[in-house]
């Protein structure tokens, strides 16, 4: 579904990403580790074809980012990690024009949006504008605007930040049930117990080098990803 | 602590010259200061040249009945009127809704220099804009009158007040809009928008229509005025006197307007906490399934900017200049246009007919004073990652922002052709190359003010008039759009007046058409292929 093939990114002189190739099949949910400024968005925004790449190759369902990024984003949906929403709409607006764009039916859409609002509680909210949203309410809006479409993949950038238990929860529930439906999901976390207990797969990426990926087992081993990840830290510092 | 604050604010006004948002460092101080002196140089001689003109006509008859006080103090209120205008749209964005607001209420940071930060802003919007027309006004002032060291005195005092009541009173306006709009709906929201969309439009109004007729109508019965005047001893006298060189009544104003400053300062600062915080307050409103709506993808994007044009106050009125004038200017056609075009009539030679001429130039350059495209890419700001993200072609989000600036142009445009058709009794050609003519036109100057902003946008303010205000691209398209057909008519009028051939009306108004034509299709050419690929990079 996503293929990174020897991806290189640099801003000015610095690397932020060196040589990276991760490859997430369908139905796979797919967590990505590392420590702050380790490159993990860059990557993600690379993928989403926000930001150019220097070198490397994605491909997102067979279809380069590069040469058709439009066909690209019809695929995925991307929730950055702060969620800068319109904020001169409201919520219903927000998500009607994200259902427009990609074409949802009115019927479709509406039973996806009353479905997700009522999971994430905020059916009472989206008649107000997204000025008067908190934090957590603008994640589970931009969250709804990813579902709404149901794409292929999803990707997800510390998708866990501002969200209550009960949400956290059910957006769990929902990665899960996507991934099962055939989907994949691709996300950031710095939260090592969600990744171990949720993902499929996991790549660890130290100062954009991708130091580890595979299975959650493969990767912890006998120890915790915590423990894993600490220690990998620790012998690249 | 206030310095620091104060030094963070202007420091947001000046970054973008100076310091490059991609790599944190600072630019090349050449472009900087380039970009800069040109932007000043561009504001400080339109104003400057008009201020002159104005302030000439006007000192003269009062000078003759030795009323330089009352000259001072009409200066004093035009100065007072654009600064305070100019200002307050920025008052409600700087003070009350900042993006960072809650960030600095989160610090341990006393209100009182939160407050003293943002209002040294608007201090130097409206100062920087009163200063630029007091100072020719003084200039003209001592040009006519004696010079003595208690006029120097009382000249940089006036300057210096005026500055502070334009402070003060920008301060009350944007107060009063926030005060409306804590009411807290959507719906109050939307009328504070239009209340001051409308106060706006009133003031242009008055500025540009009545102001004149004002000022000719004192400078007219100046004698008796003045006598009524200085006659009942009156406060206007007085102030008029302290601004004269009255060092003793200098002081009292000076300290009328301290204490009137301060009084409001302590006032603003016990309510200032109240209505920012009030602000985020929610009212839950019933939701209910007939909000689910569909529109095609183009549609929804033109709705989306449709929106964004209208939640913004700032963004409405500094960027549609032109739709304001038009508008102004078809009400006045439809009562003085006939006398108009009849004394037009008058005045030419009926062999070399450069009236056509003359009217497509004056709608194309007061189209050109639209510039809705010229902060549109900066207006994404940090929302920019949801276009980016999303399947559309960036063609299809720079002709969506040339739709907005095309549609909010051309209504006005339509009125005014259709005026013209009437009014001065157009023949048929005339019109219909009228209406091409300028109904292409807008397409030139949105691409125009799309292009400078993609080339140099703006992503990382924390207030959206940084980006809505009068700057460097807005001014560049406004001299730019309205250069071109300004050229065009001079150049016209010269070569009817030179070869004197009869009926080249027709030819000039096709070759009109054709140059505009050439021009659109090349910025749509230059959009599509360097500005497709600079909105791609853009991030």
């Known amino acids: ?237 | 602590m206030t310095r620091i604050l104060i030094k963070s604010q202007l420091l947001q006004f000046i970054s973008s010259s100076f310091i490059n948002k991609k790599s944190g460092k600072r630019k090349s101080q050449i472009s900087g200061i380039i970009i800069n002196i040109l932007t000043v140089a561009i504001g400080v001689l339109v104003i400057n040249l008009g201020m002159l003109k104005i302030s000439k006509e006007l000192i003269l008859p009062l000078h003759e009945y030795h009323l330089e006080w009352l000259y001072l103090l009409m200066i004093s209120f035009l100065a007072i009127l654009v600064g305070t205008m100019i200002s307050i749209f920025n008052t409600h964005e700087v003070v009350f809704a900042p993006k960072d607001n809650d960030l600095l209420l989160a610090l341990p940071v006393p209100v009182r220099s939160i407050i003293a930060s943002r209002l040294s802003y608007i201090y130097i919007i409206g100062g920087t804009i009163s200063a630029l027309i007091m100072i020719p006004g003084i200039v003209t002032y001592y040009h006519n009158v004696q010079m003595s060291a208690g006029s120097i005195v009382a000249s940089v005092s006036l300057v210096i007040i005026v500055s502070i009541v334009v402070l003060m009173l920008s301060t009350i306006g944007g107060w009063a809009c926030v005060a409306f709009m804590s009411r807290n709906s959507n719906k109050s929201k939307k009328r504070a928008n239009a209340l001051m969309t409308v106060g706006a439009l009133a003031i242009y109004y008055f500025l540009f229509v009545k102001i004149t007729g004002i000022f000719e109508e004192v400078t007219d019965n100046v004698g008796k005025l003045g006598e009524k005047v200085q006659s009942s001893n009156h406060l206007i006298y007085l102030i008029g006197q302290a601004f004269s060189g009255n060092i003793g009544l200098l002081m009292i104003v000076w300290i009328v307007v301290i204490a009137c400053a301060l009084l409001l300062f302590f006032v603003f600062e016990k309510k200032y906490l109240g209505y920012i915080t009030k602000q985020n307050a929610r009212v839950v409103k019933a939701f209910d399934a007939g909000q689910i709506k569909t529109k095609s993808q183009a549609n929804t994007l033109v709705y989306k900017d449709i929106k964004r044009y209208l939640s913004c106050a700032t963004y409405i009125l500094n960027c549609s200049f032109g739709t304001v004038f038009m508008m102004v200017l078809s009400v006045l056609m439809l009562f003085k246009g006939n006398d108009i075009f009849k004394l037009i009539e008058m005045m030419i030679d009926s062999n070399i007919n450069f009236v056509p001429i003359l009217n497509i130039s004056l709608i194309c350059i007061m189209i050109s004073l639209n510039t809705i495209t010229a902060p549109s890419i900066s207006l994404e700001g940090k929302n920019l990652w949801i276009l980016k993200s999303l399947p559309v072609r960036e063609w299809t989000i720079i002709k969506t922002k040339i739709k907005l600036h095309y549609f909010i142009t051309i209504v006005p445009v339509l009125i005014f052709d259709a005026e013209l058709l009437v009014i001065a009794r157009q023949n048929l050609f005339v019109s219909a190359m009228t209406l091409l003519i300028t109904m292409l036109y807008p397409l030139f100057t949105a691409g125009l003010g799309l292009f400078i902003n993609l080339m140099k946008p703006k992503l990382n303010w924390t207030s959206e008039s940084t980006v809505t205000r009068l700057n460097v691209g807005s001014i560049t398209t406004m001299v730019i759009g309205g250069g071109i057909p300004l050229i065009i008519m001079i150049e016209s009028i010269k070569m009817m007046d030179l070869y004197r051939v009869e009926n080249s009306t027709k030819p000039l108004m096709v070759s009109y058409f054709i140059i505009e034509v050439l021009a659109v299709a090349g910025m749509m050419l230059l959009l599509k292929t360097v500005g497709v690929k600079k909105l791609r990079k853009i991030y």
């Not at chain 1, 990276?20 to 380790?38: C, D, Q, R, V, W």
């Not at chain 1, 927000?94 to 009353?114: C, K, M």
């Not at chain 1, 999803?154 to 059910?170: N, R, S």
């Not at chain 1, 957006?171 to 976390?189: A, P, V, W």
Request: aromatic share 8%; with cysteine.
């Open chain 1, 1 to 237: 579904m996503l293929q990174i093939i020897n991806l290189t990114k640099e801003y000015g002189d610095k690397v932020a990403v060196k040589d990276l190739s991760l490859h997430i099949k369908p139905g796979e949910l797919y967590g990505f580790i590392g420590h702050n400024g380790a490159g993990k968005t860059t990557t993600i925004k690379s993928c989403c074809g926000i930001i150019d790449f220097n070198e490397g190759e994605i491909k997102i369902d067979g279809i380069s980012v590069k040469d058709n990024p439009i066909e690209c984003k019809k695929k995925i949906a991307y929730i950055p990690d702060n969620p800068d929403l319109y904020e001169y709409m409201t919520g219903i607006q927000f998500l009607n024009f994200i259902a427009d764009i990609f074409g949802v039916e009115n019927q479709t859409r509406s039973e996806r949006i009353v479905k997700y609002a009522d999971m994430f509680g905020i059916t009472d909210s989206l008649s107000e504008l997204l000025s008067g949203y908190s934090h957590g309410m603008k994640q589970k809006l931009a969250i709804i605007s990813a579902w709404v479409h149901e794409p292929k993949l999803i990707i997800m950038d510390e998708p866990f930040v501002g969200l209550d238990p009960k949400a956290a929860f059910t957006l769990k529930e929902m990665m899960r049930e996507h991934c099962n439906n055939g989907g994949s999901i691709f996300f950031s976390t710095h939260v090592l117990d969600v990744a171990e207990k949720l993902c499929d797969k996991v790549a660890i990426i130290i100062k954009g080098n991708l130091v580890k990926c595979g299975t959650v087992e493969e990767v912890k081993g006998d120890s915790s990803l915590e423990s894993v990840f600490l220690e990998m830290e620790g012998s690249n510092d």
